[in-house]
């Protein structure tokens, strides 16, 4: 069985390292928090002290951190995996960062004669912790294949779309869809509050129909109930639509709702909200009214 090393213990990171435990993987953790490593240790895994000496010892290199930079910095900044990648390993970069990042990522470590897999997710912190994660895949089908029962062990659904940086795309599409849904949801929770009707009544009339969503199902509730504890951070959301406006600037392409909800976001943010769940968007569709 493959050894893998997972840089980055997060809200995502810890949960989905856990998980390859679960399936029986041997494995061996880096974070920046030494904290964080201690609940991996309790599990039956190993801690590193840098990311090149998490490399030193894996066959599957898992990444798992907040941006483009920060990615940059544990697989190619100072002590990063690449120091330390072995010939013929994978490095699996699971975060949600830049296509071109990606690309110029994977370019290098070719010379290295290692492949990289662009793999972000999506379903929150609690499809990481239930395994239950939708991944998205950019690089070489063949070198999805052999690490396939690596990701299953995190996720339920994999889909392969592409070379490298296609994964990263479609990561992007899919923070459009929930972040413009997310803002659909807010917007009926006050229109029906507003209108006398029980909000709760209304999520658990409409998530079963044409207008389900899992925004609607599972943060509908959480705005009804005034609960911002963050699953996903307004500050990272906001860091993968800038991503998206970045990408969309490139192509002369405009993306008006997405905008618009960029810019709500930056109300929660100036309002020091920032750090609250996504479904905190309620508050800036709600101090509009």
């Known amino acids: 069985m493959e050894k893998i090393g997972f840089v980055g213990l997060g809200i995502m990171g810890k949960p989905m390292a856990l998980n390859l435990l679960k399936a029986g993987f041997e494995v061996i953790?880096?974070?920046?928090?030494?904290?964080?490593?201690?609940?991996?240790?309790?599990?039956?895994g190993k801690a590193a002290n840098t990311p090149k000496e998490v490399a030193e010892s894996s066959d599957i290199i898992i990444t798992m951190v907040?941006?483009?930079?920060?990615?940059k910095d544990v697989i190619l900044g100072e002590d990063g995996i690449i120091f330390g990648i072995i010939e013929g390993s994978v490095v699996i970069d699971m975060s949600t960062i830049s296509p071109s990042v990606t690309r110029n990522i994977a370019e290098k470590l070719k010379e290295k004669n290692v492949e990289m897999l662009d793999a972000p997710v999506s379903g929150g912190d609690v499809g990481a912790i239930n395994a239950t994660l939708s991944i998205m895949v950019g690089g070489n089908l063949s070198t999805l294949e052999r690490c396939r029962k690596v990701l299953e062990a995190m996720g339920k659904t994999i889909t392969h779309c592409g070379t490298n940086g296609?994964?990263?795309t479609t990561k992007l599409c899919n923070q459009i869809l929930v972040s413009v849904t997310n803002m659909a949801v807010a917007e009926a929770v006050l229109f029906a509050q507003k209108s006398g009707l029980?909000?709760?009544?209304?999520?658990?009339?409409?998530?079963?129909?044409?207008?389900g969503s899992w925004q609607l199902a599972n943060l509908g509730p959480k705005m009804v109930n005034e609960d911002y504890a963050p699953g996903f951070m307004i500050d990272l959301q906001q860091?993968?639509?800038r991503l998206v406006i970045e990408a969309a600037e490139e192509m002369h392409l405009p993306l008006p709702a997405l905008t618009y909800v960029h810019q709500l976001y930056k109300s929660n943010q100036a309002n020091g909200e920032g750090r609250e769940g996504t479904q905190a968007l309620y508050k800036s569709v709600k101090r509009l009214a």
């Open 66 to 71: 907040s941006d483009s930079p920060d990615v």
């Open 166 to 168: 296609m994964g990263q």
């Open 239 to 241: 860091k993968d639509l």
């Open 198 to 211: 029980e909000a709760h009544t209304m999520v658990e009339a409409t998530k079963g129909g044409a207008a």
């Open 29 to 44: 953790a880096f974070n920046r928090t030494k904290e964080k490593v201690e609940e991996i240790i309790k599990a039956g």
